[in-house]
């Protein structure tokens, strides 16, 4: 990649995450517990309240790529995950289909996602992640997740990394409210111990 492309796709990628960060600016703290901060923000528009994690784990970028590259595997440390797996690859790019877990009575989710990888010159890594629903055709048995919109960021401080992990999604269909305010939580909380567990091995 050229480095006016370079530049380019870094200007792109600051315009996105400055729009992410638009819609949910007033975070609220809904969780605090084993070194993990969860914060909840109301989105304009939305039934469904953004989500945000951050931690610091005693690990390298290194590690937290690779293990977050390694598609069906990280399925074991994403909150609800059935299944996952790898449709495309292709220079920073990716594209993954996961299919998710639901409580009773909810139709269980999928959802098909791009993800753009950015390496900062400060040693960080972002990973965008944008809901491509029409990516693939709908699974039977599956409602797709209607939009995402989030990321993945990795930003070195001393011997540590702190990991931010934020998120929106309109799940599709109709989720009980208790159940939406249940996983607003829980999926960032889950998923952030989870990969700690792991990348600190």
């Known amino acids: 990649m050229g480095s006016l492309q370079r530049m380019a796709v870094l200007c792109g990628l600051t315009v996105l995450l400055a729009n992410t960060a638009a819609q949910a600016e007033d975070w609220k703290v809904a969780k605090e517990q084993d070194g993990i901060k969860i914060s909840l923000s109301e989105v304009a528009g939305s039934d469904y309240k953004a989500y945000r994690g951050v931690t ?6 290194a590690k937290l ?16 995950c059935k299944t996952q797996k790898l449709l495309k690859h292709e220079g ?4 993954t289909y996961t299919q998710f877990n639901t409580p009773w009575p909810v139709t ?11 390496e900062g010159a400060d040693g960080s890594l972002t990973r965008k992640l944008e809901g491509v ?16 919109d989030g990321f993945w960021k990795f930003v070195p ?29 829980d999926a960032p909380f889950n ?9 600190e091995k």
């Open 108 to 118: 269980e989710r999928d959802s098909v996602l791009h993800v753009t990888t950015i």
């Open 191 to 199: 998923t952030l111990k989870a990969l700690k567990e792991r990348a």
């Open 133 to 148: 629903p029409k990516y693939i055709p709908e699974e039977k048995g599956f409602v797709r997740v209607t939009k995402v």
């Open 56 to 61: 610091l784990m005693k690990t390298t970028v």
């Open 65 to 80: 790529r690779a293990l977050q590259e390694d598609v069906p595997g990280a399925c074991a440390w994403i909150h609800e």
């Open 92 to 95: 920073d790019q990716s594209w």
């Open 157 to 185: 401080k001393g011997d540590q990394i702190e990991v931010t992990y934020q998120v929106h999604t309109e799940p599709g269909g109709s989720i009980p409210s208790m159940v939406a305010n249940k996983f607003v939580v």
